[in-house]
């Protein structure tokens, strides 16, 4: 089935449907992620991030497996795996996402612009998914603003950043006490350069104050 992919005689869209009718092929397709073929691993990749929001009970089974992803040398792949772990606290009965919670919030030391705000990005659907998280994963995310800057992440990027985390407070905040730490967030930012950042710190303190 991978090589129909990569030779594309099937599209992504018939592999999912494959995937969909026989979850015995979920190993198949994890294993696929680390293909020398672009079509192939990002094509695995994309129906595991869409399979796992879908059907989290049926790749619950293979969340070690797929918590691997987090390390991909490819940083599509990497994103990817945020989502994947993401969707799949929803079936976390064994609290494996617990376990390697540090691990995941480590990527928001990451270099890379998108990297981070995929991190964030994520963790309203674990609050969701884990309200008794959400306290741990605030404190996280409130560290946004002093990541340092890199080549791919600028000052620019930082309020990119700020913006997703604002966004991802709507969630957040319906699970925590300390709604002030997260109403100061966004009093810091409600006079931003950036608009968009301006905008959401300013729907937020409407909505919430």
């Not at 995929?118 to 659907?125: A, C, I, P």
């Not at 985390?165 to 409600?190: M, P, S, V, W």
């Amino acid at each position: 089935m991978l090589q129909e992919l990569c030779s594309k005689q099937i599209t992504r869209a018939q592999f999912y449907k494959k995937v969909e009718t026989d979850f015995s092929l979920v190993p198949e397709i994890i294993a696929g992620t680390a293909s020398p073929k672009a079509t192939v691993r990002y094509g695995c990749a994309s129906v595991l991030m869409d399979l796992s929001a879908k059907y989290p009970g049926k790749l619950y089974p293979y969340m070690e497996r797929l918590i691997g992803l987090l390390d991909s040398k490819h940083r599509i792949i990497t994103w990817n795996a945020l989502a994947i772990v993401a969707h799949l606290t929803a079936a976390d009965s064994q609290r494996k996402f617990d376990a390697i919670f540090d691990e995941y919030y480590s990527f928001l030391g990451n270099e890379y612009m998108v990297t981070v705000a995929n991190t964030v990005g994520n963790s309203g659907e674990i609050a969701k998914n884990k309200p008794y998280l959400a306290d741990r994963i605030i404190a996280e995310l409130l560290k946004v603003q002093n990541l340092r800057t890199t080549p791919h992440l600028t000052e620019e990027c930082k309020l990119v950043i700020a913006q997703q985390a604002i966004k991802t407070f709507n969630t957040l905040i319906n699970f925590t006490k300390n709604k002030k730490a997260l109403l100061d967030f966004a009093e810091q930012h409600k006079n931003s350069s950036r608009d968009a950042l301006r905008k959401e710190a300013k729907m937020f303190l409407k909505k919430w104050q």
